[in-house]
C-alpha cells in the first residue's frame, strides 16, 4: 500500500512540474486590446489572430467588431514575439444569385484585406507588459 501512495505521489510531481515550471517569471497570459483600421477605416467584421513567431505555444484568435478587439481570461496572449494575422469578409460590390438556378441577387461576400496581412502577414508584435494593455493595428493597402 505504501509502494502504490509513493508511486501515486511520483505521477503528480512528474504530471503537474512542466505546469509549474511556466506559472512563473513573467510568462503569465497577458490582456491585450486595440483598434483595427483598414484604408483609416475600422474594420466592422473580422478576425485578429497572434501566433507565436517560432510555432511554438498556444496561438490566440477573436473578433474584431467596429475596430475593436480584446483578448481577456482564458483568452489572454502569452508573451513573446507573435505573427500577426488579419482578416475580414464583407461584400464586395458584385452580385451573384442566392441559390442555384435562382434569379434573385445577393451581394457577394469576399475578404477585404489582402493577404499580405492575414495568410501572407508579415506583421509582427512583441507582446510583453509594457505593449499589452493597448496595440492598434492600422493597415494600408
Known amino acids: 500500500m505504501n509502494r502504490c501512495r509513493r508511486a501515486a505521489g511520483m505521477f503528480a510531481l512528474i504530471c503537474c512540474v ?8 513573467g510568462s503569465s497570459p497577458l490582456e491585450v486590446s486595440g483598434h483595427v483600421t483598414y484604408n483609416g477605416k475600422p474594420v466592422e467584421n473580422g478576425s485578429i489572430t497572434f501566433e507565436p513567431e517560432d510555432k511554438n505555444g498556444p496561438t490566440r484568435s477573436q473578433s474584431i467588431v ?9 483568452h489572454a496572449v502569452p508573451p513573446g514575439p507573435k505573427v500577426v494575422r488579419i482578416q475580414a469578409f464583407g461584400p464586395t460590390g458584385k452580385m ?4 442555384p438556378g435562382s434569379t434573385k441577387m445577393v ?10 496581412f492575414n495568410s501572407k502577414s508579415k506583421l ?11 496595440l492598434d ?5
Open 66 to 74: 467596429n475596430g475593436e478587439y480584446k483578448f481577456t481570461g482564458l
Open 124 to 134: 509582427t508584435a512583441n507582446i510583453d507588459a509594457s505593449t499589452a494593455a493597448k
Open 107 to 116: 451581394p457577394a461576400l469576399g475578404p477585404l484585406i489582402p493577404d499580405e
Open 18 to 25: 512542466p505546469f509549474l515550471q511556466g506559472c512563473g517569471g
Open 96 to 99: 451573384v444569385s442566392d441559390a
Open 137 to 141: 493595428f492600422n493597415l494600408t493597402k
